[in-house]
């Protein structure tokens, strides 16, 4: 009887942990305040021509609701929707879809004891496994590696990441399946808004400059 009765708080407190530890998107994203709604357009190394824009919307409880790309003429490029688990609040899928509206990929996630995203499965139309990305992450949550495999579990690219003492990511190297480094990805932010969330963000390829980011933040009334 006492054994039976220390299995079932072991399970109560693995419960209890588990979802205690479940971060909404704006705190995964690092996002500080009542965000509802996020626009972000990236222009080109030198800032002076829009590539493209980015739109993303929240929900009361700082879960992402969806992701639109447009082209620099505002049409429409591609649409994805997140689906959660009405119970526990996490995430469960991810539908991407194309210009035309026709599915492209559903990516279907799994976590870690401490509810990190740490296993995205990704199918195809026709819900054929093509890729999977396995991650770690650190004390506080931040990602530290990525590595994607092909439908065989073979590594193809594996990335490492570091950030600054705010948690936003600084540094992105890529490596080939040989383990050789392909890229160095850094980033600089700046502008910060009142709340604390940044509005620009200059992305660098090997040192290069390759992209700048603005962001226009909405939040709720």
């Known amino acids: 009887m006492m054994k039976q009765v220390l299995f079932t708080l072991i399970l109560l407190a693995g419960h209890y942990f588990t979802f205690a530890?479940?971060?909404t998107d704006l705190e995964r994203q690092h996002l500080k305040g009542?965000?509802?709604?996020?626009?972000?357009?990236e222009y080109n190394g030198s800032g002076d021509s829009l590539m493209w824009k980015s739109v993303s919307n929240f929900n009361d409880t700082g879960n992402q609701l969806d992701y639109y790309t447009y082209s620099p003429s505002d049409v429409i490029l591609s649409r994805s929707i997140y689906n959660y688990n009405d119970s526990t609040g996490r995430l469960v899928d991810i539908k991407r879809f194309k210009a035309d509206g026709s599915l492209n990929v559903r990516t279907v996630v799994k976590y870690?004891?401490?509810?990190?995203?740490?296993?995205?499965?990704?199918?195809?139309p026709q819900n054929?496994?093509?890729?999977?990305?396995?991650?770690?992450?650190?004390?506080?949550?931040?990602?530290?590696?990525?590595?994607?495999?092909?439908?065989?579990?073979?590594?193809f690219?594996?990335?490492?990441?570091k950030y600054d003492k705010?948690?936003?990511?600084?540094?992105?190297?890529?490596?080939?399946?040989?383990?050789s480094l392909k890229f160095t990805t850094t980033y600089d932010y700046?502008?910060?808004?009142?709340?604390?969330?940044?509005?620009?963000?200059?992305m660098y390829k090997n040192d290069?400059?390759?992209?700048?980011?603005?962001?226009?933040?909405?939040?709720?009334?």
């Open 21 to 23: 530890q479940v971060k």
């Open 34 to 41: 009542d965000v509802k709604k996020l626009t972000e357009k």
């Open 112 to 124: 870690d004891m401490k509810g990190n995203v740490n296993e995205e499965n990704n199918y195809d």
């Open 128 to 155: 054929v496994l093509f890729m999977v990305a396995k991650s770690r992450f650190d004390m506080k949550g931040n990602r530290t590696v990525k590595d994607c495999m092909n439908e065989y579990g073979i590594l």
């Open 157 to 161: 690219l594996k990335t490492n990441f």
């Open 166 to 179: 705010h948690g936003h990511n600084i540094e992105e190297r890529e490596y080939d399946s040989h383990h």
């Open 190 to 202: 700046g502008n910060y808004d009142r709340t604390g969330n940044w509005r620009r963000r200059t």
């Open 208 to 221: 290069n400059p390759t992209a700048v980011t603005i962001r226009e933040i909405e939040y709720a009334e």
